[in-house]
């Protein structure tokens, strides 16, 4: 199933818990679950993980058969690892470009392995960005900064010095 | 007091040592960097994560050397995994023989890949009891009142 977690300290931002940004990291190792959970967590962001691309499916409302989620529902971006088994990261990326409600949500999607067909392929789907695992402290900053632009296009100074 | 500063400047060399050795990359310090008061027992943690999947992934790579048919599809998968999660937590040593590892699945290399297998199974044996002994070194140093040094 997936899970959410968040930290219970305040965020330097100046949003409050309510307003933090919801990531939903897709990811079938555990390793790197907890990895990216930490990174976006430091990073001021609510996180929900889940292991694979039908969990994640069921979580955005998006499972064959299932109705789809209230409009107080927010995903604010996903991050999905490209190597999973079952449904790979590129599969979930075009599930969520076909669906009228997610296709507006930025997807990101990492890579160990630097493939420049894969990293085309993402791109042309739709994906917001192709990054290379393992993901560090700067990459999931510049994540947020794109996160903050789309919520508050007024307001870019706010990806300044975080 | 004396007694502290003794085992921190231990646990320095040693993280030390084991960068200079190969055994950790920049990644390790990454995840070192991850933690904080609200999360004090972050590495020890992620690196308990990786300590059960590896092995959990080493016994199946054994086994599917053992059949009479190699699914070297099933092994590339099991390695590509293992060479992720060494990668995460910047096992080097470990994340470099699965690259080799990868090559001989792809040249579809029996022996290839049992000697990589055997290589794979010590770098990791070997990275897991240092890793052990520096959080014991962390340990001890808490125990005694004292703080980790801050990486380097």
């Known amino acids: 199933m997936a899970s959410s977690s968040s930290s219970s300290s305040s965020c330097a931002m100046g949003f409050d818990f309510d307003e933090k940004p919801h990531v939903l990291a897709v990811d079938d190792s555990l390793v790197d679950r907890k990895v990216i959970e930490r990174l976006l967590i430091n990073s001021a962001c609510k996180v929900t993980t889940a292991e694979n691309g039908k969990r994640a499916l069921e979580f955005l409302g998006l499972a064959d058969g299932q109705p789809p989620k209230n409009a107080d529902f927010k995903v604010n971006m996903i991050i999905t690892d490209y190597c999973m088994p079952g449904m790979t990261g590129y599969e979930l990326l075009k599930r969520i470009k076909e669906s009228p409600n997610m296709k507006e949500v ?22 917001q960005e192709f990054l290379l695992k393992p993901l560090g402290p700067s990459d999931v900053t510049k994540l947020r900064c794109q996160i903050n632009k789309l ?8 990806c300044m010095g975080i | 007091m004396a007694g502290v500063a003794q085992l921190q400047r231990q646990l320095v060399d040693y993280t030390a040592s084991l960068f ?9 310090n990454q995840l070192q960097q991850l933690q904080d008061e609200s999360n004090p027992d972050f590495v020890v943690e992620v690196v308990s994560l ?62 290839g890949c049992q000697k990589c297998l055997q290589q794979v199974k010590h770098e ?3 990275v897991k009891s ?16 004292g703080s980790i040094p801050f990486p380097m």
């Open chain 1, 151 to 158: 919520k508050n296009p007024c307001q870019e100074m706010l």
């Open chain 2, 20 to 28: 200079h050795e190969g055994f950790l990359d920049d990644q390790f």
């Open chain 2, 50 to 111: 990786f300590f059960e999947d590896s092995e959990r992934l080493l016994n199946e790579l054994a086994k599917s050397l053992e059949q009479q048919t190699i699914d070297f599809k099933r092994i590339d998968a099991h390695v590509h995994q293992l060479k992720g999660s060494s990668s995460s937590i910047g096992a080097q040593r470990v994340q470099r023989v699965c690259i080799a590892f990868r090559n001989f699945c792809d040249e579809k290399n029996v022996e």
């Open chain 2, 130 to 145: 240092k890793l052990e002994t520096l959080f014991k070194l962390e340990q001890q140093i808490l125990a005694a009142g």
């Open chain 1, 106 to 127: 930025p997807v990101v999607v990492v890579s160990s392995e630097n493939i420049p067909t894969r990293i085309k392929q993402c791109l042309e789907e739709g994906a």
């Open chain 2, 124 to 126: 990791y044996s070997l």
